[in-house]
């Protein structure tokens, strides 16, 4: 929750997240972290990580699960990568359960908060995780789990010095698989509602 709230806080990331997902809108409305009336406490798919409409428009809601894997540089080692198989397993179990609520839209958000603070290069843009590690999570078939309709996200969030995270920082979403637009739930649409 912390790190999707603080994604969503800011206006970098939200006009990347929003031009992709609704290229012809200046307005979108948000919610992270909704539970009820769209989910049934302690039952898949837990809470809803994002949800996002366009302004007047509930009826076409995106519902977006968010799964965080982290990448940590190490003095003289390979980095360290955690998750990948859990992100794996929950992320496609819960974001096919966005789908069966009726969302519009469904979307898995694969997020990797990669921690490049023991990299060495003297130029702290290339201080990332190698990308021949991270080949289990950007190679992963995710048809053989999730849902074809649902959309896949990455977003890559590097902490390239020990400056806070705030004021060093690189953000970068890639929509790696659209989703398909599907006729949205009439009930679940003035659940949306009650929400603003």
């Known amino acids: 929750d912390e790190t999707?709230?603080?994604l969503m806080d800011n206006n970098d990331f939200r006009r990347m997240l929003f031009e992709n997902l609704?290229?012809?809108?200046n307005s979108v409305k948000y919610h992270c972290g909704i539970k009820e009336p769209i989910t049934?406490?302690?039952?898949?798919?837990?809470?809803?990580?994002i949800l996002l409409f366009e302004d007047g428009k509930p009826e076409n809601t995106i519902g977006i699960e968010c799964k965080i894997v982290k990448s940590e540089s190490l003095e003289d080692q390979s980095s360290k990568i955690n998750k990948i198989?859990?992100?794996?397993?929950?992320?496609?179990?819960?974001?096919?359960?966005?789908a069966e609520i009726g969302f519009s839209r469904v979307y898995l958000?694969?997020?990797?908060?990669?921690?490049?603070?023991?990299?060495?290069n003297p130029n702290v843009m290339f201080r990332s995780t190698p990308t021949k590690l991270l080949d289990g999570l950007y190679g992963f078939d995710w048809?053989?789990?999730?849902?074809?309709?649902?959309?896949?996200?990455?977003?890559?969030?590097?902490?390239?010095?020990?400056?806070?995270?705030?004021?060093?920082?690189?953000?970068?979403?890639r929509v790696e698989r659209e989703a398909v637009t599907k006729e949205q739930n009439e009930g679940l649409t003035q659940k949306i509602l009650s929400l603003t």
């Open 4 to 6: 999707v709230n603080w």
């Open 143 to 173: 048809d053989s789990r999730l849902d074809s309709d649902i959309g896949i996200i990455y977003t890559h969030v590097n902490q390239f010095t020990s400056n806070h995270i705030n004021q060093t920082k690189g953000l970068g979403l």
């Open 22 to 25: 609704f290229p012809a809108s």
């Open 85 to 98: 198989s859990r992100v794996q397993r929950k992320g496609t179990k819960q974001a096919n359960g966005y």
């Open 40 to 49: 049934v406490p302690n039952k898949m798919p837990g809470d809803i990580d």
């Open 109 to 120: 958000m694969v997020i990797l908060l990669d921690d490049g603070r023991n990299y060495k």
